[in-house]
């Protein structure tokens, strides 16, 4: 591509603005500094545990009410009803109820402690050349045309890719921005504080297993309780049974008050799985035929099996962050391009991050990046 005088002005002054970006691992020159883990300036609002290993939102106060109350009543579910229904029924429900309980627990922390698909923000580079392809688009005028978005078709149906001003990226297809943890994440279902994580593509399948199993569990543990304290009114009658298992009234109550939750919840999102819907999309109402009849959900396999499949057993793609790897301390932090990303928009990352490490070696010109941003120049 050949570039004017003022574009190649126009080029400085992006670099420039780009490099100007105060971020700590810039410190071209410091080369002795010891080497920090990306997960230790990573940008979003997250909490990292075990060395990056675990992460986590920020706000994770319900998330432990969660596994309190999963804990304390199965707790209290194993040790006064399991020993007395093992004895006058059948020892399968402890290992029922265990291998449950330990599946629930699996998929919640599964769930909970993962990536749930965090897209890289761009690099300044990145994001100074897909500042420099959206004024080439739209004519350079000088002055920022508001909307900033693309348009593409996805098996017949147009979507459009909005520009994140966070991340300094054009949002995937189904991509959104969790406000919560300021990240923007791939096939973003919805933030569940419960769960103390966004809901997206690289735990989706972990969530709606952990509530269909919690359904079952919920369900289960409500009705042997039941059981429990029908035998034991059957021997001593109905309050001396209840005082001899107090334990079991506070299990009956939790189980009440969370099953029809928990279950509907479910139905929910088998709901949204069978039609390759998401929560975001369904509560934007994105492919309800109220906006057109020509309004379809291009993504669904036209097929409930397919869907439900795809959903549940497609192949799970790897974290794009790269929490664990370590910062280069003489190059800015850069996105793993090669873990098979489409950037949409933000491509070139190699090639621009080059042009610009050449770039920032000749002195800075006089233009400052507070004028650019005050008179719209060109
Ligand atoms: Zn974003
Ligand atoms: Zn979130």
């Given at each position: 591509m050949h570039l004017g005088v003022s574009e190649s002005m126009?080029?400085?002054e992006y670099s420039q603005i780009s490099t100007r970006s105060s971020t700590p691992m810039e410190t071209p020159y410091k080369k002795r500094t010891p080497k920090k883990k990306k997960w230790e300036s990573f940008p979003g609002r997250n909490k990292f545990?075990?060395?990056?290993?675990i992460m986590m939102a920020k706000q994770t106060g319900v998330f432990y009410l969660t596994l309190v109350l999963i804990l304390v009543t199965c707790g209290l579910f194993f040790?006064?009803?399991?020993p007395y229904l093992a004895l006058q029924l059948t020892p399968a429900i402890p290992v029922i109820g265990g291998a449950l309980f330990l599946f629930v627990l699996g998929t919640l922390l599964r769930t909970s402690f993962?990536?749930?698909g965090v897209l890289p923000r761009a690099t300044p580079d990145e994001a100074a050349d897909l500042e420099r392809q959206i004024d080439v688009a739209n004519g350079s005028t000088g002055y920022r045309p508001p909307p900033r978005t693309k348009e593409v078709v996805i098996n017949g149906q147009t979507v459009k890719l909005k520009y994140c001003f966070t991340c300094k990226i054009f949002r995937p297809p189904r991509?959104?921005?969790c406000s919560l943890c300021d990240n923007c994440v791939e096939r973003f279902d919805h933030h569940c504080p419960w769960v103390g994580n966004c809901v997206g593509r690289r735990n989706y399948r972990f969530f709606y297993m952990f509530i269909l199993s919690l359904s079952f569990l919920t369900i289960f543990i409500f009705a042997f309780v039941i059981t429990h304290i029908i035998l034991r009114s059957h021997q001593s009658g109905f309050l001396?049974?209840?005082?001899g298992s107090p334990a079991s009234v506070l299990e009956v109550v939790v189980c009440f008050f969370s099953v029809w939750s928990i279950v509907g919840l479910s139905g929910f999102h088998t709901y949204l799985i069978s039609s390759n819907q998401t929560t975001n999309e369904d509560i934007k109402g994105s492919w309800s035929s109220k906006r057109g009849k020509d309004n379809y959900n291009p993504y669904s396999y036209g097929n409930i099996f397919t869907n439900c499949f795809a959903a549940l057993c497609g192949p799970l793609p790897p974290s794009l962050i790269d929490r664990r790897g370590f910062i280069q301390s003489d190059t800015p932090q850069l996105a793993p391009s090669t873990n098979g990303i489409t950037m949409y928009g933000a491509t070139q990352s190699q090639q621009s991050h080059m042009v610009s490490e050449i770039e920032?070696?000749?002195?800075?010109?006089?233009?400052?990046?507070s004028s650019r941003a005050a008179s719209p120049s060109s």
């Open positions: 126009r080029e400085c545990y075990c060395d990056g290993r040790t006064f009803d399991c993962s990536d749930p991509a959104s921005h001396s049974a209840l005082k920032t070696e000749r002195p800075p010109p006089p233009l400052s990046s």
